[in-house]
């Protein structure tokens, strides 16, 4: 299907545990983001990439480590995971200079850790 | 620092009529873009409406205008002919130039509701 998706939808995991969200869009679009939302912060960017193998932190990167091997692919990497990282993680793309720009958003993945 | 503001928790509105969530935004770049999404009680968010900082017009789709005052920094959406499907989180959101990421910073969101 065309379009931005993510997986799981939904996850529980343990502290301690490394856990990968999983995103994937079939646009070709060269910028990828990660965001997270939480109740009293709204969305705020975890890491993004400009490009394959470009990739720079956001506004809340501590714990997490990603990589882009591959223009479609954006893989987000919790290494030991924490409660405090329990949250609602959205996936987006953007394409520049469109005219009509926007960044278009996967379903999201609710993550819990007990 | 860009920020961008939403100064409505919450707003009520009859349905049919129009309503108007407001936005400003701070920021010393020249070159940016102001978006509103709609998330409602399923989760997802969708997108609505795009205003480039150059862009001279306002910017509207269907139902949905961006009300655009640089000299105020001020992007509101305004809403015509509400319907009870329009009841949902509604953020506003400023892209950085594409030179500085491109990222997105959203406001903290305003929940509208439409009441029949």
């Known amino acids: 299907d065309a379009g931005i998706t993510q997986s799981p939808r939904y996850k529980i995991t343990e502290t301690g545990r490394q856990v990968t969200l999983m995103c994937h869009q079939t646009?070709?679009?060269?910028?990828m983001f990660w965001y997270r939302q939480d109740l009293g912060h709204g969305l705020r960017l975890i890491y993004y990439?400009?490009?394959?193998?470009?990739?720079d932190k956001g506004e809340v990167p501590d714990g997490y480590v990603v990589s882009r091997s591959k223009t479609e692919n954006f893989p987000l990497t919790l290494e030991s995971a924490t409660r405090s990282q329990t949250s609602v993680y959205f996936c987006?793309?953007?394409?520049?200079?469109?005219?009509?720009?926007?960044?278009?958003f996967g379903p999201g993945t609710r993550l819990l850790v007990l | 620092a860009q920020k961008i503001t939403q100064t409505q928790p919450g707003m009520f509105v009859q349905e049919k009529e129009a309503v108007t969530l407001d936005c400003t935004y701070d920021?010393?770049?020249?070159?940016?873009?102001l978006f509103w999404y709609k998330q409602p009680s399923s989760g997802e968010m969708i997108f609505l409406i795009y205003?480039?900082?150059?862009?001279?017009q306002n910017a509207t789709e269907g139902r949905y205008s961006l009300n655009f005052q640089k000299a105020r920094k001020s992007a509101n959406l305004v809403i015509s002919a509400s319907q009870l499907g329009d009841s949902a989180m509604y953020f506003c959101?400023?892209?950085?130039?594409?030179?500085?990421?491109?990222?997105?910073?959203f406001g903290q969101g305003t929940e509208l509701s439409v009441k029949p």
């Open positions: 987006a793309s953007a394409v520049r200079g469109s005219g009509q720009e926007t960044q278009y």
């Open positions: 646009w070709s679009h060269s910028y």
């Open positions: 990439s400009a490009a394959a193998d470009i990739t």
């Open positions: 920021t010393s770049d020249q070159s940016y873009g």
């Open positions: 205003q480039g900082s150059y862009d001279e």
């Open positions: 959101a400023m892209r950085e130039p594409y030179n500085q990421g491109g990222k997105l910073i």
